[in-house]
């Protein structure tokens, strides 16, 4: 079965400070892996994902991620946070081993909040 | 890339009635999935649709109560039926068609059930 740990329900960090939102996963085999943001009243915007290849990946809005197979982690990176990156942070994962198409196994979310 | 269109963006309902929920994406897809987001909390995955054959449901949820049409490649419902304030949530139906690639996401609808 899959799983992600995200053991912060909420993170706060000043404006200009780097940014940290941890995610841990857990699947049978290798995971893809996906960061989504949600903002008040909308839908979910992916950010970046993870499928081979470098473990650092870089996404929108200067968002980045490492994938550390060792510590099974994925975590969520920013060098320098600004206030409009106030939002609800979602990790997901799928196991590549699964055949077809499955849907993403999602953490419970973690509140960023960047304070001016 | 999909582009997914989700109505109502919002509803406040009568507990006892119905609502039916639209998905329409702008490419044909082979799977879409419908997700719940209580108040507060992660996704959770109410089924999986596939054109042309039953939805899937996992545990906790079925078909009575949720019931779900697909009809063709771009287009979805899902139905709350028989609504109890407990099912005031936000639905989301989601859309990824390769294994690798993201999904993506309707904007979500905010349903309150009085």
């Known amino acids: 079965a899959q799983s992600v740990a995200q053991p912060e329900d909420q993170v706060n960090v000043a404006e200009g400070n780097p940014l940290t939102v941890k995610c841990t996963y857990s699947v049978s085999g290798n995971p893809y892996l996906f960061w989504y943001v949600q903002y008040p009243n909308r839908g979910l915007q992916f950010l970046l994902k993870y499928i081979t290849g470098d473990n650092l990946v870089k996404g929108s809005y200067g968002f980045e991620a490492e994938f550390n197979k060792s510590q099974t982690s994925f975590h969520l990176k920013k060098p320098s946070a600004l206030v409009s990156d106030s939002a609800l942070y979602f990790c997901a994962v799928r196991d590549r081993e699964c055949s077809g198409n499955t849907p993403l196994v999602f953490g419970k979310g973690t509140r960023l909040s960047v304070i001016a | 890339s999909a582009v997914i269109s989700q109505k109502p963006s919002r509803d406040i309902c009568q507990r006892g009635t119905s609502l039916t929920i639209q998905c329409q994406v702008d490419?044909?897809?082979?799977?879409m999935f419908w997700y719940r987001q209580q108040p507060g909390q992660s996704l959770t995955l109410i089924a999986t649709?596939?054109?042309?054959?039953?939805?899937?449901?996992e545990s906790g949820f079925v078909i009575d109560k949720f019931p779900i049409s697909r009809p063709n490649l771009t287009f979805s419902t899902l139905t709350v039926s028989n609504m109890s304030p407990e099912d005031s949530s936000i639905y989301l139906c989601s859309v990824s068609d390769i294994p690798n690639t993201e999904a993506f996401f309707g904007q979500g609808t905010r349903l309150t059930v009085v």
């Open positions: 490419s044909q897809v082979t799977m």
């Open positions: 649709a596939n054109q042309g054959s039953e939805a899937t449901y």
